[in-house]
């Protein structure tokens, strides 16, 4: 009995002495543990508002835009691009934008939005259209090579089917019909069943040409 007594005060003691050592770190830990829940919980709510905000934006440019009020849309989408970087909101209006200029005919400053919007997502899908939609654009000024390079910085199975069917387009513009063929090939069977009859036309227009000039 007297030994049970002593080591239940034997084991109180070293409790005690455990907490007194021991106590200001357990009490600090759970504070820091606390805080850390605090701030995650804080930072969660914060990135949440700031999408809300940069797509409550995105939508008056869609608005803007819609309406026919494109300095108002552009002037939206500086502050999207300002404020909202970070934002995947900024990559579609600034893709957008890019669109708008196209339609004016003004395509070095749709290259420029474009390249803006390539070099602001870490999305590999959107990175890619963003290449793909450059090419687009480098083939309507006559700018073959570099548009070759656009579709050579994607992904192999990124967008296949068009962008191997761009390939085609642009490999008809540098005269390699070969390569060309080969593309549109490879963009038919991509596609499947949804392939275009327009595929297949380039195919055969390209068929009718290597006869002729044989």
Same mark, same amino acid.
């Given at each position: 009995?007297? $030994? ?19 106590? /200001?770190? =357990? ?33 008056? =440019? ?13 002037? /939206? ?13 900024? $990559? ?123």
């Amino acid at each position: 009995m007297a $030994f049970e007594a002593y080591d239940d005060y034997e084991q109180s003691e070293r409790v005690q002495q455990w907490l007194r050592q021991n106590g /200001l770190s =357990i009490v600090v830990g759970i504070a820091i543990g606390l805080v850390g829940i605090f701030g995650w919980q804080q930072w969660n709510k914060h990135k949440a508002e700031h999408q809300a905000e940069a797509s409550n934006l995105y939508q008056q =440019i869609q608005v803007a835009a819609a309406s026919g009020k494109t300095d108002s849309a552009d002037q /939206l989408t500086e502050q999207l691009l300002k404020d909202y970087t970070d934002s995947t909101y900024a $990559f579609f209006a600034v893709s957008d934008r890019a669109e708008r200029q196209v339609q004016a005919k003004q395509l070095d400053k749709a290259i420029e939005s474009l390249g803006w919007a390539e070099g602001h997502t870490s999305d590999a899908n959107l990175k890619a259209l963003a290449q793909m939609r450059t090419a687009r654009v480098l083939l309507a000024q006559g700018k073959g090579t570099d548009a070759l390079a656009a579709l050579d910085r994607m992904p192999a199975k990124a967008y296949e089917g068009v962008a191997q069917e761009l390939r085609g387009d642009v490999l008809v513009k540098l005269g390699r019909p070969d390569d060309a063929r080969k593309a549109y090939v490879a963009a038919k069977a991509a596609m499947g069943e949804n392939a275009p009859q327009s595929v297949q036309m380039k195919i055969d227009d390209l068929a009718v040409a290597g006869k002729q000039g044989a």
